[in-house]
């Protein structure tokens, strides 16, 4: 049965990243995450106003920032099948380590943190 009130395969919430570099964004989720375009939405003179993102299970919506709508930063976690190697694709792709994966005592995961170009913080895991 078809619902009515938001796509199939798309979660109630959705992180909404307002940056300055979008295509940039976009281009780092992809060669950190392999995420993948759902839709995007450019102005007439070539900015994205929307884009969608698809990460595993879940969609993350941005566009390029504005005089309307300033550039945010947000922290997320995101749970990846292999934390080191995740985390360091990002490191390669040139976000500013916080917080090299380690396990802690009492934590099913082993977590990693870094930001990117815009700011925003990521938390990685993956339970062990």
Not at 27 to 33: E, G, R, S, V, Y
Not at 72 to 79: E, P, R, S, T, V
Request: charged share 25%; proline share 5%; aromatic share 10%.
């Amino acid at each position: 049965m078809k619902n009515n009130y938001k796509p199939d395969g798309y979660n109630s919430v959705s992180p909404y990243f307002v940056v300055d570099g979008a295509q940039k964004l976009i281009d780092l989720l992809k060669q950190i995450f392999d995420a993948e375009e759902l839709r995007r939405y450019d102005t007439p003179d070539g900015n994205i106003m929307h884009a969608e993102l698809r990460i595993d299970d879940s969609v993350l919506m941005m566009g390029n920032s504005s005089v309307q709508y300033p550039p945010n930063q947000l922290m997320l976690h995101i749970y990846v099948k292999d934390v080191d190697q995740t985390f360091q694709k990002a490191i390669d792709a040139g976000c500013q380590s916080v917080e090299k994966p380690k396990e802690r005592e009492g934590d099913p995961d082993r977590r990693g943190t870094f930001k990117d170009f815009a700011g925003n913080t990521w938390s990685i895991s993956t339970q062990n």
